[in-house]
């Protein structure tokens, strides 16, 4: 008898599963080890299901077509991620307009193979205008106005844990990101990057606390979603984050210079995401340690 | 205890806090979200001051910390280290899944355009959505929140005829649409809709009837003119326009050493 398949794969394996023009969801906290991974491999055309800086790095780095997002803040006093909005003003990447009652509605229809899922939220609003996929209908039961919300289906998507078995039984600290498991279960794949791979005993120590069951590849990646935090592991990097968000205002004022800098520091000559974690270096690491 | 501070010592976003904090009630539960510090800070204020059973949601994390001094909280919304203060997280699972349990919820939102019915605009400005001449940041989860709460508070960081414009070029929150009383009731829109607008230079209300923004009061040493020639429209004023109340020695002495010690509001 064959024995079990391990589900552990390399982040440049998993990168190589998804392909130009792929619909990609990123949920939180962010797979950042992954998204630096498809940044490298310069994966183009990409329709991209993300919000704040992570969604802003990789339009920076010109992987996207299209986007789906309910908020594309900066953070830091930024209202609007600069290569965002540039890119977004200029045309140059297409917005899906919609807010997060009506991306879980989508992903949901998705996940339960239904043609649309209906929506309260935005009746009265310009989104379906904006949007003419969400279409403006009356509920056949009680007459309500509603929206219709398609099916947002990911081809893959990435996540970030704390720790899997080879078998890809995840277990979070403090449980998923509010859309993990959305973007879970409307995918085709889910790859799931975690911070320690532990013994299948481990997992069956409390089957309760595991919360995506078979994922379909698990990357170990420890660091993995620096600059941003991973619970139960480290803070996030807030300075790491300005300077990338400086060097992307600046770019999207005309001077990329400090963009063109990053990327290359942190992503394209770093092979590997233990290379990353050299260009950040450890003590910045083990700062992110105190709370 | 700065009990002598004279109006001209307060910064306006210290009196829109104090404002919004006494229109709070105990037992309500506020949902903050993000980049809205005067709005954090009012919430807070209340709490502590009078609304001990308040429920405060910030960014997914509910709290109750009346019981503390002071409450540090990370300047950014996706720090982590909000959680430090939670009994619970409303994300686990769908943070949408119970909205018909809102109209007990009070919510605030900012927007990039507002117009005279105040609806909201975070989605952008321009006449070609294709290539929008300012791009916002999207809606974030207002559309569901401003359909459901029972009530919510319009909150604008500065007032200025770009922002509260006769017509939003896109809507992401309809508080009363096209006016009337009956707007939203005839939309199926259960919750309350929006109650003020709160600007550093006034506070607007909707008229009974038509629902058209309506200046309520004008902070100190503001002038109605002032208020008009910065307002996009034209607003409902009536015959008599109170000065917005200040907040009282106690409400400043709890904002300046509890909730703001850092001082941000006076930065502003």
């Known amino acids: 008898m064959e024995s079990r398949t391990s589900h552990i794969i390399d982040e440049v394996e998993a990168a190589s599963r998804i392909e130009d023009g792929m619909t990609v969801a990123i949920g939180s906290p962010t797979p950042m080890a992954l998204v630096h991974q498809i940044i490298r491999r310069g994966l183009k055309d990409l329709t991209v299901v993300d919000v704040g800086l992570s969604l802003d790095m990789l339009i920076a780095a010109g992987c996207v077509r299209k986007v789906v997002s309910y908020y594309a803040g900066g953070g830091f006093g930024v209202p609007v991620a600069p290569a965002f909005r540039r890119a977004a003003e200029r045309g140059e990447i297409e917005v899906w307009e919609c807010e997060e009652g009506i991306l879980t509605s989508g992903l949901q229809a998705a996940a339960q193979g239904l043609p649309f899922l209906p929506w309260r939220g935005g009746v009265g609003t310009s989104l379906p205008e904006v949007n003419p996929d969400l279409k403006v209908f009356a509920d056949p039961i009680r007459g309500e106005t509603l929206l219709a919300v398609p099916p947002i289906k990911p081809d893959v998507t990435l996540l970030h844990a704390a720790v899997s078995d080879v078998y890809g039984n995840v277990q979070h600290v403090g449980g998923p990101g509010w859309i993990d498991l959305f973007m879970q279960r409307a995918a085709d794949q889910t790859i799931v990057q975690v911070e320690k791979v532990v013994a299948n005993e481990d997992v069956r120590k409390d089957p309760w606390a595991t919360t995506i069951a078979g994922a379909d590849a698990i990357v170990r990646v420890p660091y993995g979603a620096h600059p941003f935090y991973s619970r139960g592991y480290y803070v996030q990097d807030n300075a790491h984050l300005k300077d990338y968000l400086d060097a992307s205002t600046a770019a999207a004022k005309g001077d990329p210079a400090a963009l063109h800098a990053y990327f290359a520091r942190y992503c394209r000559e770093p092979a590997t995401h233990a290379d990353y974690l050299e260009q950040i270096g450890i003590r910045r690491l083990l700062e992110l340690h105190e709370y | ?268």
């Open chain 2, 1 to 268: 205890m700065p009990s002598d501070v004279s109006a001209q010592d307060l910064s306006p976003q210290e009196i829109m806090a104090a404002f919004l904090a006494r229109d709070l009630k105990d037992t309500e539960h506020l949902m903050v979200g993000v980049a809205m510090p005067i709005v954090e800070a009012a919430v807070r204020l209340a709490h502590l001051l009078h609304g001990p059973n308040m429920e405060l949601i910030f960014f997914g994390t509910r709290m109750n910390v009346a019981d503390r001094h002071t409450l540090p909280l990370p300047a950014f919304a996706w720090d982590n280290r909000v959680v430090r203060w939670a009994e619970s997280f409303s994300d686990t699972g769908h943070r949408f899944e119970d909205v018909k349990h809102w109209h007990k919820r009070v919510f605030f939102i900012g927007g990039v355009q507002v117009d005279p019915h105040g609806n909201t605009n975070l989605i952008g400005v321009g006449p070609d959505y294709a290539t929008l001449r300012f791009r916002g940041p999207g809606s974030v989860g207002t559309p569901t929140l401003s359909t459901h709460v029972g009530r919510y508070y319009i909150v604008l960081n500065s007032h200025s005829p770009r922002i509260l414009v006769e017509r939003c070029d896109y809507m992401s929150t309809y508080g009363w649409g096209g006016g009337g009383a009956d707007a939203r009731k005839k939309l199926g829109l259960p919750g309350g809709g929006p109650k003020y607008c709160v600007t550093p230079l006034c506070v607007m209300d909707f008229d009974e009837e038509d629902k058209h923004m309506r200046l309520h009061s004008v902070h100190p040493g503001v002038t109605l003119e002032e208020v008009q020639a910065r307002t996009g429209f034209a607003l409902t004023i009536p015959s008599q326009v109170p000065t917005t109340l200040v907040p009282t020695p106690e409400e400043l002495h709890v904002l300046r050493t509890r909730v703001d010690p850092e001082g941000r509001l006076r930065r502003m």
